[in-house]
DNA sequence: TTGAAAGCGCTAACAT
DNA sequence: ATGTTAGCGCTTTCAA
């Protein structure tokens, strides 16, 4: 860290540091013959500005925090993506932080972007920090709450696909297609994206006069292993559904092993539906007819929400920003 | 921003900043019932450090960045949860950048960092960017590749495979089980893991005796499709070749599904073996014969290098960390 | 044990 | 157009 600063620019040119800084960052008037001998200085000392001493001098750290739980989710490396565009253009760093799916490695990640003064915050939550979030109100930092919205937070942004409806409107595909007899398997109830599909699947069946059967219904936490082992307590039930709706592209990967595995076809034998299991590599067969939030929009969206909320601008209370999901149809259904 | 910081706590108390930094610190002798109050009024005010002003302050970041070509990639995806492992037992953030494949995003990426003051970097370069690294030998941070190993960058630390024997390796298994006619689809030759593996390649196939077919090998960018256009080049050949080393993931999957539209079986008409072709959802079929490299412990030794370097351990010019890669194999060779 | 003061590298208000 | 100065929030000598 013997880094070349203003300081010796300035010295080595003979004027103040002032002087190299509004040549170097244009604000303030310099002479024009100053600002080239600054510039040429520059360019040939390897002089790189010191962003922590500029973030603490503008008291604006300048970056966004992004916490997700699965960072090897392509979904979620997809969000990423669309985030960090925005920031790229606006000249944010984005600090990408990954929870595993765990609360206290979450609160930790929240704690760091905290400490690191990060001007905005994307959440993707596993819950439980609403006290952490409440309390601190994020040093008047803007959040932006994509995919699961914990209880208990009101009043902050949210960039997300109208879940309920979502689900409802699977389901009602796959009754169209014929099926009525439906399972599905849901994430975590604790989780406005587990608990919120359960509900859109559970009304659709209600609306179509079917009964439910809660004995089809199972809860995983949206990993593979609970995927797997959903499907096979159902596979082992005396009477089993025709068809599944899984709530998320893991546990469907899960639950396909677990069908393949007991030697069973699809849809044949048991139909699939599923959440963002979009397969970019094309290979998995049968092609899996999966609702998809548009991820990429997504992160792009709640960048650009930060980026605004940096700006001044006011929250609008009645206003979420709802995407509409891709419905993609494979042969699983 | 209007946070609390230490002259608040302070002045709360009666006691001068200097106490309070102290107390939080455990450096320097503080009373205990001092200590205690600090600690309480700490608490209770919902205090957090400015992280920006300490490392200033300290003239230390204690952040390590880490840039990889495409972060939806799993195998980088894993790199980076090793890292982040190691990262967080040590009390370092780890600062995630995206090239997307980019020389002059990866020259981004390179400079904010630099700016931000990070410790060290973990860099899997996709080239060009010697220049910048050596021109500013980078703050005196330690810098470790990973993947590609960039020319003209000597005297730096390493964590890979030994590509060229691997590539040899896999070339050999492919020869014992009695393929004779084997073509390989590369990565850029003006990177190590594309030439090294083409040079494994090409070795094992000379220590055969077997004639290099230079129509049989094409050289694509690690992406999808540029797989599947060379498999496609490939397959429209007079004579084509009866398996084909493919040397990533994505390159796989698009010349899987070349080879699907073509109507042909692997590895009846075709068998394949790739680099780290690693199947998380276990549903491509055939399962696919791969070489992977161990990338969360990829992702971990280097950010233990970085920490050692950092903690003043030298470099030994001789020594290399290499890792063994670990073949799966599966029925498409 | 505690306080006062300096200073990390930068920007911006104010003076010249 | 340029220089002087204060100060962002923190840690750490050095005194008391």
Known sequence: MSAV???DIARQLGVS???V????SGNGRVGEKTRQRVLA???ESKYTVNAVARSLRLRDAR???IIVPDISNSYFAAVIKGAQ?????SGYALMVCNSDEDRSFEEEALRTLLEKQASGLILASVGGCAELLGQYAYHDAPIVFIDNIPQGVNAADVVSIDNLAAARELTRAMLARGYREIGMITGPGDQSTGS???AGFEQALVDAGLALRPEWVLEGDFRMASGRACMESILRLEERPRAMIIANN???YGAINAIRVAGLRIPEDIALAAFDALDETGLITPLITSLNQPAQRIGRRAAEIILSRLAGEERREDEEVVLKPVLFEGGSW
């Open 5 to 7: 600063k203003l300081e």
């Open 17 to 19: 540091i002032s002087t």
């Open 21 to 24: 800084s509004r040549a170097l």
């Open 41 to 43: 200085a520059v360019q």
């Open 63 to 65: 970056n966004i925090g």
């Open 85 to 89: 565009e925005v920031c790229r253009q």
């Open 196 to 198: 919120l599909r359960r």
């Open 250 to 252: 893991y546990m469907t």
